[in-house]
């Protein structure tokens, strides 16, 4: 409860339940079940495992949940949660199935992949909140664009504008995040199967049979293991980025109309302690703050990149620590930006 985006009263201002719901731990422990189930079910139609074991693997999963003290424990001892999770999950099949629980796999095609499932799961809400927050603003548009606004140039005034000049420039990034988005997704979206050292040599000649087929079976796309390439994870961060930067803009924009006091009017706004007539345009500023938020941690997911030969355990910790809170600050960016909309009951003169 430390993180603002959990917070028993912080999250009210950052937080965003529903994406939330997706990133917590138990949507993550349920794809890296489903990880295991699934690899079971591969591995025993390529003949790696008696069918009985999967089968079994698959019933006992099917209404396994963990220790999660012991969990804790664990990870606390091996670096990464995998270990005790596979330990538990064997003691939960019967034997003499149990073996074949995580066989051929590596940590990190578990943690991986669950990411990934749930990323993917993350980028639709972005998706469709992004389209909403476009189709808003081009409502906004139709409101009050021919109405004149003050330009700024340098955060001084200059020639007149038109509301609508001032909207589009919020609107059309939205547009361009939906466009690049096909790209991350493409990027993204995929297996992270490798085994031990990557070479999948658990598998001998079907070992790329085998990680396609366990792609397919997850909804994912095949791809070469990428344990030690994190590109992948800073294109997403950096598409997260530019969308709560994009909404900061926004934010920043609402926050100085207000500031002058004439050409704009907000439905509601926070109140203060101390001064019980002001309306502070809460929303806005936390837009701004988002937008900060996302461009100090990317920062930090593109230390993560420089993995150290096949597998790193600070460079991933540090993917644990930043991605899914900029998944969380994206997440709450739009929810914010939305209800900012439908505050504005006036723009421009």
């Not at 997706?22 to 890296?32: D, Q």
């Not at 019967?94 to 993350?122: M, N, W």
């Not at 909140?129 to 700024?152: D, I, K, P, V, Y």
């Amino acid at each position: 409860m430390i993180s603002a985006f959990d917070h028993p009263f912080l999250s009210g201002l950052v937080g965003d339940e529903e994406m939330a719901s997706l990133l917590g731990v138990g949507a993550e422990i349920t794809a890296m079940i489903g990880f295991e189930v699934a690899l079971a079910e591969v591995e025993a139609e390529n003949g790696f495992i008696p069918a009985e074991a999967a089968a079994a693997i698959a019933h006992a999963l099917a209404t396994f949940w963990p220790d999660m003290a012991r969990l804790k424990a664990g990870t606390a001892r091996d670096g990464v949660v995998v270990p005790d999770l596979v330990r538990q999950m064997r003691q939960a099949v019967e034997e003499p199935y149990s073996k074949h629980v995580h066989s051929g796999a590596t940590s990190q095609d578990v943690i991986d992949t669950a990411f990934v499932l749930r990323a993917g799961a993350c980028l639709d809400l972005l998706e469709q909140r992004l389209a909403a927050l476009a189709s808003a603003f081009a409502h906004l548009s139709g409101r009050f664009g021919e109405r004149l606004l003050t330009g700024h140039t340098r955060m001084q005034p200059a020639r007149p504008i038109r509301a609508a000049d001032r909207i589009e420039s919020w609107r059309a990034p939205l547009l361009r995040h939906i466009e690049r988005l096909e790209t991350v997704r493409r990027s993204t979206g995929v297996i992270q199967f490798g085994g031990a050292a990557g070479t999948l040599d658990a598998f001998g000649e079907k070992g790329l049979t085998v990680r396609a087929a366990l792609a397919a079976r997850l909804g994912l796309a095949d791809a070469p293991q990428w344990h030690g390439q994190r590109d992948r994870v800073a294109e997403l961060a950096g598409w997260l980025s530019l969308v709560t930067g994009g909404l900061g803009k926004f934010g920043q924009d609402i926050a100085l109309t207000a500031q002058a006091g004439d050409e704009i009017e907000l439905s509601s706004g926070g109140s203060s302690s101390a001064m019980p007539n002001k309306q502070n345009p809460v929303d806005a500023e936390v837009l701004v703050t988002l937008a900060r938020y996302n461009a100090t941690q990317l920062s930090a997911v593109h230390h993560a990149v420089i993995h150290e030969q096949e597998r790193s355990g600070a460079a991933w910790t540090l993917e644990w620590m930043v991605l899914k809170q900029m998944m969380m600050a994206a997440g709450a960016s739009t929810r914010l930006a939305s209800t900012l909309i439908n505050r504005v009951e006036a723009l421009g003169r």
